[in-house]
């Protein structure tokens, strides 16, 4: 499972189905085999940037099925790993990523389902989550709420942050340009 548009977790779903590296050069004496598998993403919800990832991975003929984010709990069982990107990684080896990152996590959580966080070590950061609102960017109320003019009731407050932040015992695994880490020692 996935979510969101991002090259980097494009690009490993990629070479792990062709088993082939993006540069590497096609006159190697061994034919690397990939593997078959198949990726749910959620449409992640108000961008839907997920569409436009489930189109990449079919073009690339890796077979890919769309769900809505409210349905992320219930497929959860029949998800072997949950792979996701990042925006940055804290010092403490938690996370700040899209919306709707922490409930995936939460749900895979409950499951007993890996969460592998693909990242650059350049989005390492020495910052600590104090306040993970701090962190955050906040949209637009438009972007959730639809009002015709004159029909915006005034007791209506929206918060709409564009990152949540995961706490790092969710986090199974970070996959960098320089290796594999737990979030315990990411930062070390």
Do not use: W
């Not at 006159?27 to 839907?48: H, Q, R």
């Not at 992320?72 to 919306?99: E, Q």
């Not at 709707?100 to 693909?118: F, M």
């Not at 340009?177 to 020692?185: E, S």
């Amino acid at each position: 499972m996935t979510y969101s548009s991002s090259d980097l977790v494009f690009s490993f779903l990629k070479t792990a189905h062709t088993g082939k590296i993006e540069g590497e050069s096609d006159s190697d004496d061994e034919e690397k085999k990939g593997k078959d598998f198949e990726v749910l993403i959620c449409e992640t919800a108000p961008e839907f940037s997920g569409h436009a990832t489930a189109k990449r991975l079919n073009e690339a003929g890796i077979q890919a099925n769309l769900t809505t984010d409210a349905s992320v709990y219930a497929l959860m069982s029949r998800v072997d790993k949950v792979v996701i990107s990042t925006h940055a990684i804290m010092a403490n080896g938690g996370l700040v990523a899209n919306a709707g990152a922490l409930n995936i996590c939460l749900a895979a959580k409950e499951h007993s389902i890996p969460v592998i966080v693909i990242s650059a070590m350049y989005k390492l950061t020495p910052m600590y989550p104090f306040d993970p609102m701090e962190l955050n960017e906040l949209l637009a109320p438009t972007t959730i709420l639809n009002f015709e003019d004159g029909d915006c009731p005034t007791n209506i407050e929206a918060v709409v942050p564009a990152f949540v932040y995961v706490p790092p015992e969710l986090i199974s695994l970070f996959i960098t340009n320089q290796g594999g880490f737990t979030p315990n020692y990411i930062y070390r």
